[in-house]
C-alpha cells in the first residue's frame, strides 16, 4: 500500500503471534525499527524477517543490522544519535512522497533477495565453517 503522506502511516505495536506478523508484513510496504540499544540488539530479526517479506525497512544506525541492510540499496539506514527524529522523518518523507514507485518495487525486491542471502541453512553452513576455522 502506497501512501501520499507521512499523516497516512498506520503505527501498529507489538504482535506476538507468528502468523498475524506475517500476514501484517505482507500488507505492509515499508517496515521501521528504530531501535537505539547500542548494545542490546543481538541480530535483528524483525527487520530481516520483513525484509524477506518484501518490505521497504528503514533501521537506526546499529551495527547488528550493517549484515544485511545496505543503505539504499536494499533497506535503509537512519542516524539515531544525531538528530535522530529528523533523519527518520527523512527518510519516511522521501519514500512515501518522493520516491518514484519503480524505485520504490526496486528496492522491495531488493530486500526480499535476504531469503537467500540468510537463509537459515546457508547461515549454519557459514557457522560451521567459521568453527572449523
Not at 14 to 42: H, M
Not at 56 to 80: E, P, R, W
Not at 99 to 114: G, Q, S, T, Y
Request: aromatic share 12%; proline share 2%; charged share 30%.
Amino acid at each position: 500500500k502506497r501512501f501520499s503522506s507521512v499523516n497516512q502511516l498506520e503505527w501498529v505495536g507489538p504482535i506476538f503471534d507468528d502468523q498475524l506478523l506475517f500476514k501484517e508484513y505482507q500488507k505492509a510496504s515499508i517496515f521501521v525499527y528504530p531501535s537505539v540499544a547500542e548494545k542490546g540488539e543481538t541480530f535483528g530479526l524483525a527487520a530481516l524477517e520483513a525484509m524477506s517479506q518484501g518490505c521497504a525497512t528503514i533501521v537506526s544506525d546499529l551495527d547488528c543490522f550493517k549484515d544485511f541492510i545496505i543503505d539504499q540499496k536494499n533497506g535503509f539506514i537512519f542516524n539515531h544519535r544525531q538528530n535522530a527524529i529528523e533523519s527518520l522523518f527523512g527518510i519516511l518523507k522521501d519514500i512515501i512522497s518522493e520516491m518514484p514507485d519503480e524505485r520504490l518495487e526496486f528496492l522491495r525486491n531488493k530486500a526480499r533477495e535476504v531469503c537467500d542471502t540468510h537463509a537459515i541453512k546457508k547461515i549454519a553452513l557459514a557457522f560451521i565453517e567459521a568453527v572449523k576455522e
